[in-house]
Nanobody, 121 residues
Framework: QLQASGGGLVQAGGSLTLSCAAS????????MGWFRQVPGKEREYVAY????????DYADSVKGRFTISRDNAKNTVYLQMNSLTPEDTAIYYC????????????????WGQGTLVTVSS
């Protein structure tokens, strides 16, 4: 089970850190990622981190502004978001799978409930 938190309202140029807490003792076996969705639009990939944290990947739209990290001792993955713009406004979801999320031809198997990020101009 994944529980995302940390969303909120922030002004453009501001920062937010999202957290995703996972239950279970096998968290470190899962690759993790963040996705986002604006109502009425398709879900968009944001970032990925490998099970050990040694490999990360970002969508071009967030590269250089967002940082994904994980703490396997706390069963938590984070998304540090800086220099936010109104275009980053969306519901953010964390996701997990036993296989790398990069190039995955299907949606990840496990999803959190989503946390809303609103960036005002």
């Amino acid at each position: 089970q994944l529980q995302a938190s940390g969303g909120g309202l922030v002004q453009a140029g501001g920062s937010l850190t999202l957290s995703c807490a996972a239950s279970g003792r096998t968290f470190s076996s899962y690759s993790m990622g963040w996705f986002r969705q604006v109502p009425g639009k398709e879900r968009e990939y944001v970032a990925y981190i490998s099970w050990g944290g040694g490999s990360t990947d970002y969508a071009d739209s967030v590269k250089g502004r967002f940082t994904i990290s994980r703490d396997n001792a706390k069963n938590t993955v984070y998304l540090q978001m800086n220099s936010l713009t109104p275009e980053d406004t969306a519901i953010y979801y964390c996701a997990a799978d036993l296989v790398p999320l990069i190039g995955l031809k299907r949606p990840p198997n496990y999803w959190g409930q989503g946390t809303l990020v609103t960036v005002s101009s």
